[in-house]
């Protein structure tokens, strides 16, 4: 069955070209399932013998609510997704005064095992296609009513690690005949595979790179982060410097804040000697802390110390605001606790 979802305009109309129909097939069927968010039966103005022609030959992979959580403090909302197969992937919708953000899912599961995250703690199931990542957009809006103008590759999986079908969802996603979401609104999270950053600055996208440091040297960061056994501290520093030399776009870092292990005041003085000049923003996360793991979040007084610590080194940072602090707000809780209700 061929994924009709995740081809761009150009590919359906080859694709379409070759059970004879004209170019114009192509751009009306992308806008059924990108712009309006369709399946074939709502395609009204397609000849019924070309839908059913697609259905015997075509799957439009879409994703359905399994559950959902609310924050009562934020509105904040996460979605466990169930895909076609029986797979399971999580979202969340966060509202903005300057608009909807969706945070979503590459992959199922993920296998980088960072040791504070709990979407590695069941594996890599598999990769996501392209349109299921659209699928998991287009899903959010339809249960809320409301537009995502922003959008965030940190749910679970390694977006590098599913090169292929994340490029293809960022032609896709920001396609003006689709959903039209600018790529400088759009936010790619990455552990750290410095030879894919390496290829992402080649394809010349103005989106932001967003990278999971968490450690500013090569013995702390191995002890949480398995990645940093292949690539060290300052071999993924210079990338993200290439990167933004090519692109011109300012590296966003993301540092987990946990209680007693990377929160002090001496890991604060060295990640800022090894930021120092660089153009980038530090982004401070209070770790969120899952049953599975041993780890706590960081203190207020411990966040704010090291906020100033950076900024003596002229680095912006700040410590991200926790929306739906209330709910599974961690990457992959919510899937691991249906799992473990429902059993592999």
Known sequence: MTDIKS??????????GAKGQPKYRADQIFKWLHAVGVGFDGMTDIPKTLRESLRADCIVPDVEIAAK???????????????????????VFMRYHHGNTLCISTQAGCRMGCKFCASTLRGLKRNLL?????????????????????????????????????LKFLRL???????????????LSTCGLVDNIRRLAEEDLQITLSVSLHAPND?????????????????LLQACRDYEK????????????????????ELAEELGKK????????????????????????SRAAAAAFVKKLESFGITATVRRK???????????????HETLVGE
């Open 7 to 16: 081809m761009l305009p150009e590919e359906l109309a080859v694709f379409l």
């Open 69 to 91: 959580q609310v924050s009562a403090i934020d509105g904040t909302v996460k979605y466990l997704f169930r895909l076609y197969d029986g797979e399971y992937i999580e979202s």
């Open 130 to 166: 392209a349109a299921e990542m659209i699928s998991q957009i287009q899903a959010a809006m339809r249960d809320t009513g409301e537009r995502v103008s922003g959008v965030v590759l940190m749910g679970m999986g390694e977006p590098l690690d599913n090169y292929d079908n994340v």
């Open 173 to 187: 996603v920001n396609h003006p005949k689709g959903l039209n979401i600018g790529h400088r609104h759009i936010s």
């Open 219 to 235: 013995e702390l960061r191995q002890t949480i982060m398995p990645i940093a056994n292949r690539y060290s501290v300052d071999e």
């Open 246 to 265: 090519r692109t011109g776009r300012r590296t966003s870092f993301e540092y987990a804040l946990i209680s007693g292990v990377t929160d002090t005041p």
């Open 275 to 298: 930021l120092k000049g660089s153009l980038c923003h530090v982004n401070l996360i209070p770790v969120n802390e899952i049953k599975e793991r041993a780890f706590r979040t960081a």
């Open 323 to 337: 929306l739906g602090s209330d709910i599974s707000a961690a990457c992959g809780q919510l899937r691991d606790e």
